[in-house]
Structure formats: structure tokens, C-alpha cells
């Protein structure tokens, strides 16, 4: 693993396989009466938040303390930050604080990357989100879900999701969930292609490494999973459709349209869902909906990743005696 983990695109096979893996690992404490390890014991992780979320940060709150660790959760709205504090301020309070992770969501894009390379701080810096960039646990917990249904929780241990044909539709354009997953999903050897209407598909998208097609239909009887995407209309500064229920028409998930999907096939959102828009209530609540699952497997996935760069570097202070050695 690398020091920081601020895109999907940044990670190997083998290092999106490792935290796949790990996290397979970390989900089974889940199943035991007490939910915890003392991996990281004495460390700090800093949730530092400059957007609203819930899934993300409290997430990434269970997923520290799931490991010992000590957690500071850092709102912008009350602290500092709303009387004009940088980025650059906050940081070095942070890192005075004495933080060994800080887990950034920023709606600037670029903004944990500026973070991770600017001699700020010496901690890790996770990206739980950048404008409209990239999100790379969201991406992980994406892919460690679709494993688990289409591979099998055992025997995908060490798998990749290889021949797999994933279909991530609805609003591209803003989402850093689906460059992420394009990213993500191509290393793990899935064929990816994107739906969504022409005025909300990204400019230069031809350079990722996924197809594009204007309908839904025709790509849905060939989907192992289809991811729908909420419409961000708080990023939004014009009309991209006519309506709601023109869109909802032509790009919206109903019964008829799953009854095409192969009966393995599975159907994701990163949430939350706008029901009777992206997705109808009767979709979101059958069994072949994954969205309960992506919450409960974002714990585990983000336990492995804070695992996985935290846990591997060693204390600069010397480790205390055990009780049975200062008893000698």
C-alpha cells in the first residue's frame, strides 16, 4: 500500500486485491460479540469534513474506532472555517494535534491531493470525496460488494472481478463515484459502460477506459450489476433534461427493466437514493438491491484501508512493557 490513498486510479491489481481481502478479513469481526481490534491502539484519525455526509463520515467513524483508534470528527460549519480559515491552517492545527490520518472530504477538487503533497501534515490522507473528482472507498466497497454477490465472500479471497460487465448509469457528469469506479473496476479486469443522457456525459470521456451508450435497454439483458447514480442537482448550474419524468422514462430503473437483467445480475446505488426517480421503491427494496449491503461493507472496507496505512508503520515511541514483564 501506498502512503495515501487519494484516487482509485493510483492503486495496482494487487493493491486493490490486498484491500478487497483485508476487508473480506475485517467483515468477519463484525460477526463477534465484541466489534473490535486493537490494531491501531494510541493512533488519531481526523474526519475532516467540508461537505454534509452522513454515510461517508459515520462510516469512517465506526470503521477507526472498529480498530482502537482515537477519532476527531471535524464539522466546517461551527468551527473555523466558516470565519475564513485555509485549508493550509486548519492542516497545520491538525497535524500540531498530533494526527496520524485524516480522512478529508472537500468540495474542491484536488483538494486531499494538495493536502497529501504539501508538507502540511506527515499523516496518511484518505479521500472521502473531492468536488466532483474521484472517491475511491466509495469505489472499493463498490467493488468488494459486487465480489461478494457475483464471486462468492470464500472463494473470491485473492479474485478479481475479471470478464464481469458492469453497466453505471445517471448522472456522470458530477459524479466522482463513477470515475472512480471506471478506474477501479478497469484494474480489476470488469468491462464497464456508462448510460446516461448526452447533455450529462463529461467532456473527453473517450479517454477513460469504459464505453458510453445512450441506452439503457439495450445494455441491461448483458449487466452482472447495474449501478444507479442520484442526480446531484446541488452541483447543477443549468438544465440538463426537461424533466424529471422524461428522465426517470428513459434512464430511470422500474421492475419491467430489472425483469431484463440476468437472473445473477444485481442492482447498486452509492445513496441516497431519489426513489421514483433513478429507482423505483419496488426496485430498491428486492432482494437483488445491494444498497444495505454497500453501507454495511463500506465499514469493512474502509477498516482495511485505515488498516492497511496505518497499521503497518511503526511507533517512533518505544513500546511500553507488557504487565508480565514488569512483573519480573
Request: net charge neutral.
Amino acid at each position: 500500500m501506498k502512503r495515501h490513498l487519494i484516487s482509485a486510479a493510483d492503486l495496482t491489481r494487487d493493491d486493490a486485491v490486498l484491500i478487497l481481502d483485508t476487508a473480506e478479513e475485517m467483515a468477519r469481526v463484525a460477526d463477534r460479540p465484541i466489534k473490535k481490534l486493537p490494531t491501531l491502539r494510541g493512533r488519531t484519525v481526523v474526519n475532516l469534513f467540508f461537505e454534509d455526509s452522513t454515510r461517508t463520515r459515520i462510516s469512517f467513524e465506526a470503521a477507526a474506532k472498529r480498530l482502537s483508534a482515537d477519532v476527531i470528527n471535524f464539522s466546517a460549519k461551527g468551527s473555523s472555517v466558516s470565519k475564513g480559515e485555509s485549508l493550509k491552517d486548519t492542516a497545520l492545527t491538525l497535524e500540531a494535534m498530533g494526527a496520524d490520518a485524516v480522512v478529508i472530504r472537500h468540495g474542491a477538487s484536488g483538494a486531499p491531493y494538495r493536502l497529501a503533497t504539501s508538507g502540511w501534515i506527515d499523516g496518511a490522507v484518505v479521500n472521502a470525496g473531492d468536488g466532483t473528482h474521484e472517491h475511491p472507498t466509495q469505489a472499493l466497497l463498490d467493488a468488494f460488494t459486487m465480489r461478494r454477490r457475483l464471486v462468492g465472500a470464500d472463494s473470491g479471497l485473492g479474485r478479481d472481478l475479471d470478464g464481469r460487465r458492469i453497466t453505471i448509469v445517471g448522472d456522470i457528469l458530477h459524479s466522482r463515484v463513477a470515475r472512480s469506479n471506471v478506474h477501479l473496476l478497469n484494474t480489476l479486469g470488469a468491462h464497464v459502460t456508462l448510460v446516461a443522457p448526452p447533455t450529462l456525459v463529461p467532456v473527453g470521456v473517450e479517454q477513460w477506459p469504459c464505453d458510453v451508450s445512450y441506452s439503457l435497454d439495450e445494455v441491461l439483458p448483458e449487466s452482472d450489476a447495474v449501478m444507479m447514480l442520484r442526480v446531484q442537482r446541488e452541483r447543477m448550474n443549468a438544465a440538463y433534461f426537461p424533466t424529471e419524468r422524461e428522465y426517470s422514462r428513459r434512464y430511470g430503473l422500474d421492475a419491467d427493466r430489472m425483469a431484463r437483467m440476468p437472473g445473477h445480475a444485481i442492482v447498486m446505488h452509492p445513496g441516497p437514493m431519489v426513489r421514483g426517480m433513478e429507482i423505483t421503491a419496488e426496485v430498491a427494496d428486492s432482494d437483488r438491491c445491494t444498497v444495505v449491503e454497500q453501507v454495511a461493507n463500506g465499514v469493512s472496507i474502509r477498516m482495511a484501508v485505515l488498516y492497511l496505512l496505518l497499521g503497518g508503520y511503526e511507533s517512533a515511541a518505544p513500546a511500553a512493557p507488557s504487565r508480565t514483564e514488569e512483573n519480573k
